[in-house]
């Protein structure tokens, strides 16, 4: 079935009266007549579902105008309002926007306190009536796992639509891709997955295509009447007229989206012409899913099937028998931890196992800490390794993506526990053939075992795809048929079930000489039975020269070019082979601490390089500017996400603090002043946030106003702090107008500063227009510009 949702609300309540920087949702209280006055021009244009006027309407926006404590009565009016609008001829869709606020460790938002924010929005719109829940216009994926679980516990009946947004190169703000999000809110319990903003419907063809190829729920789209731009009075305007944004509409279809509207720019008259295309269309078939094992972190997807080649999974961050690690973990430091992370994807490691299992530790909140550090480190999908049930869902809970629980087991304990955290938080399961009575000894009993944990997990929801067997390894040196048992299990794994399997390596050759030739050679013949996923260590040479062969073998490396070239290059994944900042001098050392965002040895790196004569200009600008230089490139191409440009950013402002600490007069860590706000009539302030925090993190002085912010204010502040730079934001069109007389206004008081202007809304033409030095589309360009706007080096 096709649905229809409205399109902007925003500038149709402009148009109804609502003031310039006035609280668009206390219209519903002030003026319902305006508010159903659009929601039924929407109707008649077509619309079967609209949104009610919520979408800033949540505690932590609504704050901004001193309304938090009206939250629930603006909600349950708005909802009132469309629902006799609607008068049975529409459903109606309580929208939700993001908190303007980033998640931790991204920003300062606790996640609890995001959940609980969406929470109270959701039961209010619950409460009053809505049919659905629209969570809309987000650009993190943590932030919308935290809306999907408090609408979920909110209200369970209420069916959940999410739609992010994302950028011209296909990704969100914070890196996740269309793939990632359908995999993550499909197993997490999104009933409708899309897109919203920031793009027209051109650009969200594919997107809307890739969304529908990597989930089975239905697809939602509500683009933009175009890409915007300046009209020869200087105004912003989006250029797509109804005709053809409606044009679009079957294209869209044709994608796979069957729930399609419009947003910025759009009216009754492009969601009339969007009705009319569609009239006669039918819904397209979509493609059965062939179900797959897929986890996801924040910004990219892994794949575990026998059709693909073999993913390993990195066993090093476990503590078991290893003392050192221990200590640290028990001492609450994560240095090894993070080390072992990095160093375990750069040698090869698809997925990494994280256990924090130390005795006489609150495992929950060292779980919670690993996870989330190692999150914003490395892009590997993770395994959540514990026994312990608060641990388990303080890992889940802090993940910003779908993980896989290692493990759960046939025993009553573990099925009751682990199994409805996996239907929660949409983890995958490893199936551990661990019954009450130990472990089976044969294949057929370790099968039997499996089954009944797939049928407990089924019966809480869980579904074919959510699903990784362990043929469980034993010691050969203390049964005989160990091995020959694990290959007959990965056998009958393949044959009577069809989902991957995996296991631990290591423990089959335990007490025998020549471990490593006995383990390499017990997983090529496991390889060669069906392991899909093994659970080892990258770093072991004779382990992945084994795995290098048995692709070639078995297909997975077409007439072996790869494993030829490796043998040729004598380039084989080892640990060695993994640069470490003590192999460095002290300069490379510092400037690969800042791209690895290793904010727990930068002082120290720092502290040597001064002791060993190199000065402060040296260690700022050959060390700390050349990271930034070449994070700026990769971010830039495409290969950084802002998770790890704002984790780096955190560790040169440790360095540059420290430097300012020892060397005060010397060391160059004020490059200039910065003025920032996000101008009149704006209370975004997310890009600003993350603007200003590179420039503070990168050496200048950092002076932020804050959103909402009049231009003889920071005309005062620019003048008042002798400003090098003054950094306008806007994010909404209708705000764009101010940042004219913020400049006008500098140059009439005689202000030297550079202009540096950004926002969503902003483009290098408005910029140009407006008389701006420069235009910064993100936050480590506006880094690059302030450094060539003042001549640094």
């Known amino acids: 079935m096709i649905h229809i949702f409205d399109g902007a609300m925003g500038t149709m309540l402009q148009a109804g009266g609502l003031k310039p920087g006035a609280c668009p949702e206390l219209m519903n209280l002030k003026h319902p007549d305006v508010v159903k006055g659009i929601h039924r021009a929407y109707i008649d244009a077509g619309s079967t579902i609209i949104e009610t006027n919520t979408f800033g309407a949540s ?75 629209l969570f809309e216009t987000c650009i993190d994926i943590q932030e919308m796992r935290a809306a999907v679980l408090a609408a979920k516990d909110a209200a369970p009946d209420i069916p959940i639509i999410c739609q992010l947004s994302y950028s011209e190169d296909g990704r969100t703000v914070t890196g996740t891709d269309p793939r990632s999000a359908a995999i993550i809110l499909e197993a997490l319990g999104a009933d409708i997955i899309g897109v919203n903003c920031s793009l027209g419907p051109e650009q969200l063809v594919p997107i809307v295509r890739t969304l529908a190829q990597n989930c089975s729920v239905p697809v939602s789209v509500q683009p933009n009447a175009g890409m915007p731009h300046l009209d020869e009075n200087g105004e912003t305007v989006f250029p797509m007229d109804a005709a053809s944004f409606g044009s679009w509409a079957p294209k869209l279809l044709e994608a796979g989206a069957t729930w399609l509207g419009g947003c910025c720019g759009t009216t009754p008259e492009h969601i009339r012409a969007m009705a009319e295309a569609l009239k006669g269309c039918s819904e397209p078939a979509r493609q059965p899913r062939q179900p797959k094992l897929w986890l996801a972190s924040r910004s990219k997807s892994v794949c575990v099937d026998r059709s693909l080649p073999t993913v390993l999974i990195g066993e090093r961050i476990n503590p078991t028998g290893r003392k050192k690690l221990a200590a640290e973990i028990r001492d609450g430091s994560l240095l090894s931890v993070k080390k072992e992370a990095v160093n375990q994807v750069k040698a090869g490691a698809a997925l990494l196992d994280v256990n924090m299992g130390v005795g006489g530790i609150d495992q929950a909140a060292a779980m919670k800490k690993a996870v989330s550090e190692i999150a914003q480190l490395t892009d590997a999908p993770l395994v959540i390794d514990t026994s312990d049930a608060k641990a388990l869902e303080a890992g889940l809970r802090a ?149 290098k062969a048995s692709a070639a073998l078995l297909g997975h490396d077409p007439n072996g070019l790869a494993f030829s070239k490796d043998e040729a290059n004598l380039s084989v994944p080892k640990k060695a082979a993994v640069a470490k900042t003590s192999d460095l001098d002290p300069l490379s050392a510092i400037k690969q601490a800042v791209i690895e965002g290793e904010k727990d040895e930068i002082v120290g790196l720092v502290e040597k390089a001064l002791r060993e004569g190199f000065d402060s200009n040296e260690i700022t600008e050959k060390a700390l500017t050349a990271a930034m230089t070449d994070i700026g490139e990769d971010f830039g191409s495409g290969r950084m996400f802002l998770p790890q440009v704002l984790l780096s950013a955190e560790t040169m402002r440790a360095a540059f603090n420290r430097l300012k600490e020892l060397i005060p007069a010397s060391a160059k860590a004020d490059k200039g002043t910065v003025v920032i706000a996000t101008v009149k009539g704006d209370v975004h302030d997310l890009g600003k946030n993350i603007t200003g925090a590179l420039l503070a993190n990168s050496g200048f002085r950092l002076i932020d106003l804050g959103k909402d912010v009049d231009a003889a ?81």
């Open 399 to 547: 993940y910003p993506g779908r993980a896989l629980i290692n493990s759960v087991s046939a025993e009553d304990a573990r099925i009751a526990e682990f199994l409805p955290l996996a239907r929660k938080y949409g983890a995958a399961i490893l199936c551990l053939p661990i019954t009450e009575d130990g472990v089976p000894k044969t294949a057929e009993a370790r099968l039997d075992a499996v089954r009944f944990i797939i049928q407990s997990a089924k019966k809480q929801g869980l579904r074919d795809g959510d699903f990784l067997l362990d043929a469980l390894v034993m010691t050969v040196s203390a049964d005989v048929h160990a091995c020959q048992e694990v290959l007959r299990t990965l056998q009958l794994y393949r044959r009577e079930l069809g989902y991957p399997s995996t296991m631990g390596l290591s423990n089959i050759s335990f007490g025998l000489p020549n471990r490593p030739l006995i383990n390499s050679t017990f997983f090529a013949m496991s390889l060669a039975c069906g392991l899909d996923a093994p659970i080892m260590n990258p770093y072991d040479e004779s382990m992945q020269r084994a795995l």
């Open 713 to 793: 204010e920071i005309v005062k502040a620019a003048m008042e702090n002798k400003a090098d730079i003054v950094g306008l934001c806007a994010l909404m069109t209708t705000t764009m107008v101010q940042i004219d007389k913020v400049i006008e206004q500098l140059k009439e008081a005689g202000c030297p500063a550079k202009v540096m202007v950004g926002g969503a809304a902003v483009t290098q033409d408005y910029a140009d227009h407006a008389g701006a030095d420069a235009y910064a589309s993100d936050g480590v360009k506006a880094v690059k510009l302030a450094k060539d706007m003042l001549g640094i080096r």
């Open 59 to 133: 505690s932590l926006k609504l704050a901004h105008y001193g309304l938090q404590d009206r939250m629930a009565e603006i909600n349950a009016a708005a909802v009132k309002i469309a629902r006799e609008a609607a008068d049975g001829r529409a459903k109606v869709a309580g929208s939700i926007g993001p908190t303007g606020r980033f998640v931790f460790p991204l920003g300062d938002l606790d996640f609890e306190e995001a959940y609980q924010c969406f929470f109270d929005q959701a039961r209010a719109l619950a409460e009053a009536g809505a049919n659905y829940l």
